[in-house]
């Protein structure tokens, strides 16, 4: 399973972004699905995720600026963010996850975000 997120870029403060994360290859069955970050010099941390119902969780620095949704025919899901913040700046990663709560394939390259004050 090969994941591709792309979207990244560089944008001002308070501006918009939108990534998304492809998944190609023999994926099966997907029960949920989560954006990571890292920043430079920090671990990578959870910033979204989504269960197949539908059920969503955030971390608290981006909660009611970040959406994170999917394509269900495209095994695609995407991470609309808003009011962005130069504290956001990372490198974004995405997964999906099977039903035993494993992991389809690795992590990729992810996408950079850059926020300038």
């Known amino acids: 399973v090969q994941l591709q997120a792309s979207g990244g870029g560089l944008v001002q403060a308070g501006g918009s972004l939108r990534l998304s994360c492809a998944a190609s290859?023999?994926?099966?069955?997907?029960?949920?699905m989560a954006w990571y970050r890292q920043a430079p010099g920090k671990d990578r941390d959870l910033v979204a995720a989504?269960?197949?119902?539908?059920?969503?969780n955030y971390d608290d620095s981006v909660k009611g600026r970040f959406t994170i949704s999917r394509d269900n025919t495209k095994n695609t899901m995407y991470l609309q963010m808003n009011a962005l913040k130069p504290e956001d700046t990372a490198v974004y990663y995405c997964?999906?996850?099977?039903?035993?709560?494993?992991?389809?394939?690795?992590w990729g390259q992810g996408t950079l975000v850059t926020v300038s004050s």
């Open positions: 997964r999906f996850y099977n039903n035993d709560g494993q992991p389809f394939g690795s």
């Open positions: 290859g023999s994926i099966g069955s997907i029960n949920a």
């Open positions: 989504m269960t197949s119902a539908g059920s969503t």
